[in-house]
């Protein structure tokens, strides 16, 4: 249960989750049609797909991995792992791993090249700066990840001696390896978050966002900063006192960022005409919850208070309240501010503060009881608690993952209650929160195209600038758009991946070899598939775009 609920949460929630909202919302703020390489993008979700196929295989057919979410050597080798979790792991993760690093590079590459005329790296909007930083650390980390795991798979298959505890080989250096991926990862998933929340302040306190420059030093800062904490995962792993206070150090240094943020949000907030709309809830919510698990952090990074909270529930408790406060805050937060862009209607606003409230206070109670165990000295990852004395603080905690489950249930709800009444949280304007953005210049849901003309960008906040300046939305003068075709080669490959990583797991030799030969081979043969794009007829734009002034007339007589 420790393994899946790991593995699941941050491969399989947290990153496609992130991932997803980058794809979306980055084309439409830089004024793009599409990313770079629209294949790498279909190719890259499939396999996300394909990772998660096999990890929920493992639930049915074989096993899961009894290793704990990192797969730990020499648990996790050959001796003391003998079944196929291990192998159902490793090969869900490098699947998943190729989607998600093609989409870092893919994203890099669109945010460099395809930002709108007149849009300068200081004019981005701060959620496209964190997901450049992201990207590039994805672009960084993830190859570390696929070695490792290479290195362990080796181990398994073939019996080198790389994590093994005799014949030279060193368990140390897994933990090394896969903690220099693994602590970039929780950046990954935070940044984004980050710039969620620059967002969401910035639109519903109806003025620019505090400090915007120090917001972009305080990103890259994180994200060089990211590379030189890693070791805090293991001070008691041994490699004296002198390393141990170098990251101790860098992991203090790096809260001073964070805190920057912090401060920027509140300063923004300051003076704002706020509307506590539910995006910003969640933003304020994040503030006060996220901080708290921000300085148990930094009482973690101290190596000597770190050796007596090793592996207690005061470090279930301090991840969870950076995980949940702010990945997932961020993710409500972003889904809720998004969902309108991407289809065209609000969400339920009654049920999504009931899911709030559930979620925020039940949160609170499931996870402060966990710091006081924590301190009492009560080490993760067991099944049964002996003590009778500890027994009311896990009823307090229990009680508090009920409340979640309210909340998970309500936000379900929501989204049920909202596509019944779709037609009352209709939006016909594109611009429901009086956004400040260039995602919000266009129609909602957008086109295929996103913009019919590409937009010039002349300030910071581009929309908000040309709202000022009373733009008129061009009504004729369309051209053809050049679009790339849909094509169901992501599938094939992803679906040929999973052959190839299901008979590597259950070692069917034959199969592995044909699917390997197979992959190879149709990524080969799609390569010389020219015919890949087409155009979309000025006709076609010119109705899209008459259809979207006559909304846009019909809700200003209305409003």
């Given at each position: 249960i420790f393994t899946a609920h790991g593995v699941i949460m941050i491969f399989f929630v947290a990153m496609?989750?992130?991932?997803?909202?980058?794809?979306?919302?980055?084309?439409?703020?830089?004024?793009?049609?599409?990313?770079?390489?629209?294949?790498?993008?279909?190719?890259?979700?499939?396999?996300?797909?394909?990772?998660?196929?096999?990890?929920?295989?493992?639930?049915?057919?074989?096993?899961?991995?009894?290793?704990?979410?990192?797969?730990?050597?020499?648990?996790?080798?050959?001796?003391?792992?003998?079944?196929?979790?291990?192998?159902?792991?490793?090969?869900?993760?490098?699947?998943?791993?190729?989607?998600?690093?093609?989409?870092?590079?893919?994203?890099?590459?669109?945010?460099?090249?395809?930002?709108?005329?007149?849009?300068?790296?200081?004019?981005?909007?701060?959620?496209?700066?964190?997901?450049?930083?992201?990207?590039?650390?994805?672009?960084?980390?993830?190859?570390?990840?696929?070695?490792?795991?290479?290195?362990?798979?080796?181990?398994?298959?073939?019996?080198?001696?790389?994590?093994?505890?005799?014949?030279?080989g060193n368990p140390m250096m897994y933990v090394n390896l896969i903690w220099i991926w693994g602590h970039p990862e929780v950046y990954i998933l935070i940044l984004p978050a980050f710039g969620i929340f620059s967002e969401v302040t910035s639109a519903f306190c109806g003025k620019r966002l505090f400090g915007y420059t120090s917001m972009v030093y305080a990103t890259v800062v994180i994200t060089i900063l990211s590379y030189l904490v890693w070791l805090h995962h293991f001070f008691t792993m041994g490699s004296g006192a002198s390393v141990n206070s170098f990251f101790g150090i860098t992991t203090m240094i790096i809260s001073i960022p964070t805190g920057a943020k912090i401060f920027n949000w509140l300063f923004t907030m300051y003076r704002g005409r706020i509307r506590f709309e539910l995006p910003m809830m969640w933003t304020v919510a994040f503030m006060l919850t996220f901080t708290v698990g921000g300085m148990t952090g930094v009482l973690l990074a101290v190596p000597p208070a770190d050796f007596v909270l090793h592996n207690s529930l005061f470090l279930v408790a301090h991840f969870h309240n950076v995980i949940i406060g702010g990945v997932l805050f961020g993710l409500f937060a972003g889904i809720s501010y998004w969902f309108p862009k991407a289809f065209g209607f609000r969400l339920d606003p009654f049920w999504g503060k009931m899911s709030f409230w559930f979620w925020v206070v039940g949160f609170w109670f499931a996870f402060m009881p966990l710091y006081i165990l924590g301190l009492?000295?009560?080490?993760?990852?067991?099944?049964?608690?002996?003590?009778?004395?500890?027994?009311?603080?896990?009823?307090?905690?229990?009680?508090?993952?009920?409340?979640?489950?309210?909340?998970?249930?309500?936000?379900?709800?929501?989204?049920?209650?909202?596509?019944?009444?779709?037609?009352?949280?209709?939006?016909?304007?594109?611009?429901?929160?009086?956004?400040?953005?260039?995602?919000?210049?266009?129609?909602?849901?957008?086109?295929?195209y996103n913009f019919a003309f590409t937009p010039v960008v002349h300030d910071l906040d581009a929309w908000a600038d040309m709202k000022n300046r009373g733009?008129?939305?061009?009504?004729?003068?369309?051209?053809?758009?050049?679009?790339?075709?849909?094509?169901?080669?992501?599938?094939?490959?992803?679906?040929?991946?999973?052959?190839l990583a299901m008979a590597l797991i259950w070692y069917i030799w034959w199969l592995a070899i044909v699917s390997f030969v197979a992959l190879i081979g149709y990524a080969i043969a799609h390569t010389f598939n020219y015919n890949r794009d087409f155009h979309i007829p000025s006709s076609d734009v010119t109705r899209v775009e008459d259809e979207r002034t006559r909304l846009l007339a019909a809700t200003s007589q209305a409003g």
């Open positions: 496609p989750l992130v991932t997803g909202l980058m794809n979306f919302v980055v084309p439409l703020q830089i004024g793009a049609r599409d990313v770079s390489f629209p294949f790498l993008n279909n190719l890259s979700f499939w396999m996300t797909v394909g990772g998660a196929v096999i990890v929920m295989m493992s639930l049915f057919v074989g096993e899961f991995a009894r290793t704990g979410w990192l797969a730990y050597p020499p648990l996790s080798g050959i001796g003391y792992s003998p079944d196929v979790g291990v192998d159902y792991y490793i090969w869900a993760l490098q699947v998943a791993g190729v989607g998600t690093l093609l989409s870092g590079v893919n994203l890099v590459c669109t945010i460099v090249k395809m930002r709108a005329p007149g849009m300068t790296m200081m004019r981005m909007p701060i959620f496209t700066w964190t997901a450049l930083c992201t990207n590039v650390l994805i672009v960084a980390a993830f190859p570390v990840l696929t070695a490792v795991l290479a290195l362990l798979a080796l181990d398994r298959y073939v019996g080198t001696n790389f994590f093994t505890n005799d014949f030279g009492m000295g009560v080490t993760r990852r067991l099944r049964t608690f002996e003590d009778p004395s500890l027994q009311i603080w896990f009823i307090i905690a229990a009680f508090g993952a009920f409340l979640i489950l309210l909340g998970i249930l309500s936000f379900l709800i929501q989204i049920f209650v909202s596509v019944r009444r779709r037609e009352q949280l209709r939006d016909d304007t594109g611009d429901p929160w009086d956004g400040r953005t260039l995602e919000w210049a266009t129609s909602s849901p957008p086109p295929a733009y008129q939305r061009p009504l004729t003068g369309f051209r053809d758009i050049h679009m790339p075709r849909n094509t169901g080669a992501g599938v094939v490959l992803a679906g040929l991946s999973v052959v």
